[in-house]
């Protein structure tokens, strides 16, 4: 229980303090490495509630795959133009950006920060999961209850895919 | 149990912060790996929610905007080299030319 608590602690002041520096850094490829920080203390936090493999998903799509693609792309637009450039505007428009986005913090935090959520409770508690196994579980339900998201989702992935290419191309 | 307010609330500071980071850096690629931020922070948000409501739509939901991260991620970033290719380094409030 305390170790629950310690560990959880942790992973969210690393989330919060990586996604700080990832957003005032200057060089982009110090941002990308403090993102998959950010990333992987995010999936400790998918392990802490009991959903193992939305967290390996995590570790694998998004720290894995997308960051390695982005750490790409920055490799290949150099990075030295980049660094020249002042990438921080501070004037009245980053100020008012500040104020919308503490008002908006205040408007979320005010509607999750309560006790009692509406709504009815579905039939899967933790140790119905542990029971019938976390993967499976998951596997099951993508398969049957969601079968055309997750076909839906394939056909997004290979649109993707063909309009990286066409755009990617060189004209002739 | 921790209770799951906690990670909502996580979830929202992660979620204002990518806003935060899209509204003052003008550097185009800092700017999509804000946006990833707070698709990582709404599938926070939805992870313990499925939590508290002790199903696993919420996951489910999560994993299919990872994979909708995921191909935004390739489109984006090849508009990102052709951008690149035309300007030279990409700041967003330089590019305002919109044709070909």
Redesign the interface.
Known sequence: MIL??IV?ILS?LF??FS??M??TRKN?IH??LF?IG??LS?AV??I????Q??AI??VM??AG??MM??I???M??SVE??KK?S????GA??VI??V???L??GF??SS????T?P????????ER?QELGPFK??GG??MTK?LL??EL?SV??L???I???I??KKER | ???V?????????????????V?????A??I???I??ML?AV???L???????????G??V???G??????????G??????L?RTY????V?EINLLKG
């Not at chain 1, 802490?48 to 959903?51: A, H, I, K, M, N």
């Not at chain 1, 999750?112 to 006790?115: N, S």
């Not at chain 2, 970033?77 to 052709?82: D, K, S």
Request: charged residues 10%; glycine residues 8%.
């Open positions: 629950q608590w959880f969210a989330a919060i996604a700080l990832m957003i982009p941002s990308a993102l950010n990333f995010v936090l998918y802490l509630l009991g959903r493999f939305i998903a995590q799509i998004y795959a997308i693609l982005i790409f792309t920055i290949l637009i133009e980049l450039v990438l921080l505007k501070f428009g980053s950006g500040l919308m986005t503490v908006l913090f979320l935090a999750v920060a309560v006790r959520l709504g009815l409770k579905g039939g899967f508690p933790l999961i579980v998951i339900l993508l969601y998201p997750f989702a997004v992935l649109i993707g895919i309009g990286a290419v755009l990617a | 149990m921790i209770p307010s906690l990670y909502m609330l996580l979830g929202a500071l992660l979620f204002s912060i990518g806003i935060l980071g509204l003052i850096r003008r550097d690629i800092v999509f790996m804000c990833e931020l990582s599938g926070l948000t992870v313990s929610a499925s939590r508290y409501y002790n199903g696993l739509d996951v489910i999560a994993f299919l990872m994979t909708v991260a995921a191909a935004e991620a390739a489109i970033l090849a508009i990102f080299v052709l690149h030279k380094g990409i700041k409030d």
